[in-house]
C-alpha cells in the first residue's frame, strides 16, 4: 500500500519536474545565479515549513517519517532524482492531488524552496 501511494506521489512530481526541466532561465538572470540559496532565505523557509508544513510532512533534515505517512518527507523530496531548484520551484506552485487545499504563500515559496534545496544530499 505504502509503494502505491509513492507511486502515486511520484507520477505528477516527475512530471512537473519534466516540464520544469524544459523552462530556461529568465534572461536578465545568468544561469551560475539561478540557484534556490540565491532566491530565498533558507532559514525564513525552514520557519514557514514548520509552521505550515509539519502538520503533515517530516519537514527537518535527518527526518524520513512524517506525521502523515501519505506526506512525503521533504527530504525525499529535495532528493528526487531530478529535482533541481527549478523543479522545486514549480513543485510548490503545483497543487498536489493528495494534498489538502493548501497554498503556498507566494512571498514564502522562494524561501521554502531555498531550504528545501538544503536537504539535498550530494549523491
Known sequence: MRAMRKRLFLAPLMLIILAAACVAPPPEAPPSSVGAAELGDPTLGLRYAEQSCASCHAVAAGRSLSPNPSAPAFDAVA???????????AWLHTPHPSMP????DPDR????SAYLATLKTSS
Open 109 to 112: 515559496i522562494d524561501d521554502l
Open 79 to 89: 532528493n528526487t532524482p531530478g529535482m533541481t531548484a527549478i523543479a522545486l520551484n
Open 101 to 104: 487545499n493548501l497554498i503556498v
